[in-house]
């Protein structure tokens, strides 16, 4: 009789334990709110000057750049066993972008945002390669699932199948990790491979084209990464000006000054006359943060109402969207002067390497914006 | 009748040697200043000599004849250490004199010692551009997709440097109808550069010294467009002239489009010529392709036991370089935590060069012997080389990080854009 109490109570523990991280889990309240940005006037005509900027349909666009508050509250979700690599050391060590720190070990991984000369949370995300941006958009498009592993159902497939990508880092890295901690991997046979010669250089994987259906969610992914086109559109375009473009993501085509605060037309950038946006000091330090916090200029967004987009950080995009080694970089940073925060200057990186000054806003479906989600004051825009 | 003689003869020798045209700035209110020779090789040329050329005081214009100047003063029992002489006729350089900075070459005179300077007439087809040869064709893209090239050619060993792009404009641009001189090139001292005197017409150039000469190093405020004329005029066998289709405006390069409507804004690069229609023959040099410029910066034949493979850097590394001038290996002109030329972490605006003489880090070349792929300035590339409003830049520069040095980072922009990091580098068939 003790015994089948026992086994009972057994049974019942399990089943508690097994409710933590059921799927159900799903209905608590989203972990990260993401501000979305609606982008209307669909079929647009691309910038003459540059041949960017056409996009057919509406889509919404992140109000900011996703921060590292939202990025370390996504680790502590999803990357207690980091299974590819979504935290890097640079992400602490970097100092003039720092960060998260990581604490426990594999398997019971804990991430904590920094103090860096004051609370870096509202700080955009750097260090961050495509992939890992890709990863992060996965787990926004399934719902930002709470606890459990990187899979296929958080962060290895939803807007992006990397499977391809896994296979081949699974490849490089030890096998140990495999099956260990209670996560299992997601492998697929790679399909492709390198003649590289460069055996300490990241491989290439070409990062895949966007899913025109998340497989988690039987309908089109919610969240990715914007293509060049929609970038390019939500900085630059103006729809009310008889549909030009801006040279700068600050509404102007006149060079941004640099000054933290509610001037108009200011930017986190580089200038020869007064030096780096946050210390307004042309003389550098590697122990200074030079991360402004997202919307720190506020009357300096785009047209649309985005914030950031020149300057700051560079940020990733999607290009046309099509399978490539390479995806694209644009915008400029705290690092560059002013000839590369134009909208005529456009950078291509390897999607598998990431940067100190680099990190990535996220675009969404329409439909987004019928929730609760999107910024309702910029919802309608009157010319 | 022979008073009449003696002035014939006397007209003679003043035409060959002394005439002085104008009084300028006399102060001394006499009359000759100079005593002035000419012989050698004709020429007709416009001097103007002062006893004190750093001011300058005491100045009057003189005409020569020849290129070879015996000159001397006619003020008795004074020498004049910073006496001076400016060539007011374009294309022509003196030597035996010290040249300063408002275009005057300083020299020595007195009554008795006579100095001389030799005029030498600008040759600008005689400069080197060394170029080296990119073997192993049919190699495979990098992982990138880039550097495939599939026949022989051959590529820049240096940047394009300030001194080559003075003689060009020296060549071209005495009225510079297309803007090849940029004004920046000389106020910019963080790259200057070129200095230009004389009105539109009759535009000289000259090399400035800025913390010391700046002739050998790169080039900057070149847009693709200008890049394009400079391969032009050396595809043209660097011809003198106005700048038209048979100088500057074809060659490699059909640029009337572009011409036509200097006030578009937006123009396109066209694709090179497969015929110079100068020469009727295929384009002696051009600015190279993305690939073409990819092989000579990272490619290197002998790696993976022969196979073939790319460095991540220009230097023959995939560790990001130093920053050191000098002869140490994997050494470039970049941002660390300082700067190349100052070794500090401060930048200084108004007065400070920070372009290197190209070649200057002499153990850093790539494998085929090119040198600054990486750092001191960003260099255009022709993409694929279709028709577009942008080209590529690839190579970093003097104040950006070790990330654009590297193989894994491209970029573009507008093709009339000119900036003081960026110029280019030239390459050609076999």
Not at chain 2, 79 to 96: E, F, L, Q, R
Not at chain 2, 220 to 234: E, G, L
Not at chain 2, 303 to 319: A, R
């Amino acid at each position: 009789m003790k015994i089948s109490i026992k086994k009972l109570s057994l049974t019942y523990l399990t089943f508690s334990f097994l409710m933590i991280t059921a799927p159900w889990a799903h209905a608590s309240p989203p972990v990260v709110t993401y501000p979305m940005i609606p982008v209307g006037t669909p079929e647009n005509s691309s910038d003459q000057s540059t041949g960017f900027g056409a996009v057919s349909e509406p889509y919404t666009i992140g109000e900011y750049d996703v921060t590292i508050g939202q990025y370390t509250a996504f680790l502590n979700e999803i990357a207690q066993t980091d299974t590819y690599g979504l935290y890097n050391s640079s992400m602490t060590n970097v100092l003039n972008t720092a960060g998260i720190t990581r604490s426990g070990s594999n398997g019971s991984y804990e991430y904590t945002v920094m103090n860096n000369s004051g609370d870096s949370s509202n700080r955009p995300i750097t260090n961050i390669s495509w992939f890992n941006a890709a990863r992060f958009a996965n787990w926004m498009a399934n719902g930002q699932p709470q606890g459990g592993c990187e899979t296929s159902a958080t962060t290895e497939n939803g807007a992006y199948d990397l499977s391809v990508a896994d296979g081949l880092y699974a490849q490089n890295k030890s096998t140990e990790l495999r099956g260990k901690y209670g996560c299992v991997e997601y492998v697929k046979s790679p399909t492709s491979s390198s003649s590289s010669s460069l055996k300490d250089m990241p491989q290439a994987v070409i990062a895949p084209a966007k899913n025109t259906e998340n497989p988690n969610t039987h309908s089109a992914p919610t969240y990715y990464i914007p293509t060049e086109n929609q970038w390019y559109k939500a900085a630059y375009y103006n729809q009310c000006a008889g549909g030009s473009y801006s040279l700068y993501a600050t509404h102007s085509n006149e060079t941004p000054g640099n000054s933290v605060g509610d001037e108009n037309n200011q930017a986190n950038y580089l200038s020869e006359s007064t030096g780096y946006s946050v210390t307004q000091s042309k003389n550098f330090s590697a122990s200074q943060n030079y991360l402004t916090d997202v919307g720190a200029f506020p009357n300096s967004s785009s047209f649309y109402g985005t914030f950031d987009q020149t300057g700051n950080i560079w940020e990733w995009n999607d290009l046309d969207g099509t399978a490539s080694a390479s995806k694209g970089l644009r915008g400029g940073a705290y690092t560059s002067t002013p000839p590369y925060l134009k909208s005529t200057y456009r950078m291509g990186y390897l999607a598998t390497r990431y940067n100190p000054n680099g990190g990535f806003r996220l675009a969404g479906a329409e439909g987004i914006c019928a929730g609760q989600l999107c910024s309702k004051s910029k919802l309608i825009l009157v010319c | 009748m022979r008073l009449k003689l003696l002035t014939i003869s006397q007209a003679i020798l003043l035409s060959l040697f002394i005439t002085p045209v104008v009084y300028a700035n006399n102060d001394l209110g006499i009359g000759s200043l100079f005593n002035v020779s000419s012989s050698g090789t004709p020429a007709n040329l416009n001097i103007t000599l002062c006893l004190n050329s750093s001011g300058p005081i005491s100045c009057q214009n003189y005409s020569v004849t020849g290129l070879t100047l015996s000159i001397s003063t006619n003020i008795p029992n004074h020498s004049y250490p910073n006496a001076g002489i400016k060539i007011n006729t374009a294309g022509y350089t003196p030597s035996g004199c010290s040249l300063i900075s408002n275009g005057y070459c300083v020299f020595s005179a007195s009554q008795n010692t006579p100095d001389s300077i030799a005029i030498a007439e600008n040759n600008p087809t005689s400069f080197s551009y060394p170029m080296v040869a990119i073997t192993a064709p049919g190699n495979s893209a990098d992982i990138t997709g880039f550097g495939a090239v599939n026949y022989q050619y051959e590529i820049g060993k240096y940047d394009v440097t300030t001194s080559q792009y003075t003689d060009f404009l020296n060549s071209v641009a005495q009225t510079d109808t297309y803007g090849l001189y940029n004004s920046n090139m000389g106020t910019d001292l963080n790259i200057a550069g070129i200095s230009r005197s004389g009105s539109s017409g009759s535009y000289s150039y000259t090399v400035m010294s800025n913390s010391g000469d700046s002739s050998n190093r790169p080039i900057t405020y070149v847009s693709w467009i200008n890049a394009a004329r400079f391969a032009n005029w050396m595809a043209n066998g660097r011809p003198t002239g106005a700048e038209d289709s048979t100088t500057s405006e074809n060659g490699a390069y059909d640029l009337s489009t572009i011409d036509e409507n200097l006030e578009n804004l937006n123009p396109e690069a066209p694709s090179k010529n497969n015929v110079n229609p100068n020469t009727n023959n295929a384009p002696t040099y051009y600015i190279p392709t993305e690939n073409q410029w990819y092989k000579a910066a990272y490619y290197d034949p002998e790696l993976d036991s022969d196979m073939g493979g790319y460095y991540l850097y220009p230097t023959q590394s995939n560790t990001a370089p130093g920053n050191s001038i000098g002869s140490s290996a994997n050494q470039s002109n970049y941002f660390t935590t300082v700067f190349s030329l100052t070794q500090e972490s401060i930048y200084i605006s108004m007065e400070q060069n920070y372009l290197t003489d190209v070649g200057a880090f002499s153990n850093s070349a790539s494998y085929y012997g090119t040198f600054d792929q990486g750092g001191l300035v960003w260099q255009w590339n022709d993409l694929d080389g279709t028709e577009l409003p942008y080209r590529g830049l690839r190579g970093g520069y003097w104040w950006s990080g070790s990330i654009p040095l590297q193989s894994v980072l491209y970029s573009t922009d507008s093709i009339t854009r000119a900036s003081n990091d960026i110029g280019f580098r030239l390459a050609g068939p076999v």
